[in-house]
Antibody, heavy 121, light 111 residues
């Protein structure tokens, strides 16, 4: 069974750092790409970051320079290191597997249940 | 602010057909990038409904269909059921942002 479980969320003061983890089972993360998506309370989905095979990564402008995505293929873990956190980073953070078929890619399935990050003094 | 625009809400009676639009631009949908659709039930993680414009993953009923034309895409739900009450999001890729983008989201209400 494919499963993604996020952890590492919590309450953090503005300016602080937090590292989220996404533990994957049921598939090998090195065979695909992985992404983080967040959802602020009562708001819509916002794409945050993606890491492709070869470890090429991209970020949303809102987190560029502050967040870093990485992965440990040996442990089937994906991480999101979040630095210089701001109140507007408060959200549930989901990790998801990137989908691909032949030359087509760009969808996310499945998703983890999410972990809540609250940035507040 | 999202670059993909959806109506905030749509509603319909059980058994009816509703459609949700997703309007982008020449930098995303109009540039040829595929569109995906997700359903998010209250308090749950999003689930993939449609990928590459019109394809349903296994397990998604054929009541859900989608299409893409020009700079827009749309999702149709036929035979509306109470369990379809949820938030729906479109998603694509934007070349100017060099990243993925989601729509603003649409809440579907079953009357």
């Amino acid at each position: 069974e494919v499963q993604l479980v996020e952890s590492g969320g919590g309450l953090i003061q503005p300016g602080g750092s937090l590292r989220l983890s996404c533990a994957v089972s049921g598939f090998t993360i090195s065979d695909t790409y992985m992404t983080w998506v967040r959802q602020a309370p009562g708001k819509g989905l916002e794409w945050v970051s993606v890491i492709y095979s070869g470890d090429t990564s991209y970020y949303a402008d809102s987190v560029k320079g502050r967040f870093t995505i990485s992965r440990d293929n040996s442990k089937n873990l994906v991480f999101l290191q979040m630095n210089s956190l701001r109140a507007e980073d408060t959200a549930v953070y989901f990790c998801a597997r990137g989908g691909f078929s032949g030359s087509k890619l760009g969808w996310f399935d499945p998703w983890g249940q999410g972990t809540l990050v609250t940035v507040s003094a | 602010q999202s670059v993909l625009t959806q109506p905030p809400s749509v509603s319909g009676a059980p058994g009816q057909r509703v459609t949700i639009s997703c309007t982008g631009s020449g930098l995303n949908i109009g540039a040829g990038f595929d569109v995906q659709w997700y359903r998010q039930l209250p308090g749950a993680a999003p689930q993939l409904l449609i990928y590459t414009n019109s394809n349903r993953p296994s397990g998604v009923p054929d009541r859900f269909s989608a299409s893409k034309s020009g700079t827009s895409a749309s999702l149709a739900i036929t035979g509306l059921q109470a369990e379809d009450e949820a938030d729906y999001y479109c998603q694509s890729y934007d070349s100017s942002l060099s990243g993925y983008v989601f729509g603003t989201g649409t809440k579907v209400t079953v009357l």
